[in-house]
Every structure is written in structure tokens, then in C-alpha cells.
Nanobody, 122 residues
């Protein structure tokens, strides 16, 4: 069992930056691939980024590539999402997730955090 707590959301202006964190419980954090997803009002949950357990491989959605960076600190059982050059269309609730595969598909993740709101004003 993995318990995830996301934090770091808030209000930013277009072009600004935010850093999200997701702290995990449990001693097997490095065994899990971690992903970030987001969901805007009236839209489906969409993939943002994912990282392998050892941090050696990352995946990004095309919409965030070059602006967002996913990273992890296995000693601290935490995954991060550094978001730069934010756009109003990045406004959403952001969720972290843990699973056995580094994938874009939310159904492949077993554990989910509670979500943190990111709002980008123009």
C-alpha cells in the first residue's frame, strides 16, 4: 500500500513557475513508477509526465515537453514536477500516481494522491 500526498499548487501568472511535490509513504517507493496527471473542469484526466523507479527514464506529454520536468528523490520518497513557462491552459487539478509501469495510461497506476489545484492567470 502506498499513500500519496500532493502539494505545491497555487496561483501563478502566465510565464511563471510552480513546483509540485508528491510525498509517498512506505519503504518501497523506488519500486514504483510515478506519474503526474491533470484534470481540468469538464475534461478527462490527462497524462502529464512519468518517471521510472530509478529515475533513469522520463515520459512527457507533448503539451508540456520542454516546459515541465519530472524528478524524484527516492531517499525522501518524493516525486516533483517543476513547471515553467506556465500557460492558462495548464490550469487544472494535478494528481500524482504510483504504479508498476512508466506509462501514459492512468489505468495502469494503482495509487493516487488527492490532487492539488494549479491556476494560471493570463
Amino acid at each position: 500500500q502506498v499513500h500519496l500526498v500532493a502539494s505545491g499548487g497555487g496561483l501563478a501568472q502566465a510565464g511563471g513557475s510552480l513546483r509540485l511535490s508528491c510525498a509517498a509513504s512506505g519503504r518501497t517507493f523506488r519500486a514504483y513508477a510515478m506519474g503526474w496527471f491533470r484534470q481540468a473542469p469538464a475534461k478527462e484526466r490527462e497524462f502529464v509526465a512519468a518517471i521510472t523507479g530509478d529515475g533513469g527514464r522520463r515520459l512527457y506529454a507533448d503539451s508540456v515537453k520542454g516546459r515541465f520536468t519530472i524528478s524524484r528523490d527516492n531517499a525522501e520518497s518524493t516525486v516533483y514536477l517543476q513547471m515553467n513557462s506556465l500557460k492558462p491552459e495548464d490550469t487544472a487539478v494535478y494528481f500524482c500516481a504510483a504504479g508498476g509501469s512508466t506509462t501514459r495510461y492512468p489505468g495502469e497506476y494503482n495509487y493516487w494522491g488527492q490532487g492539488t489545484q494549479v491556476t494560471v492567470s493570463s
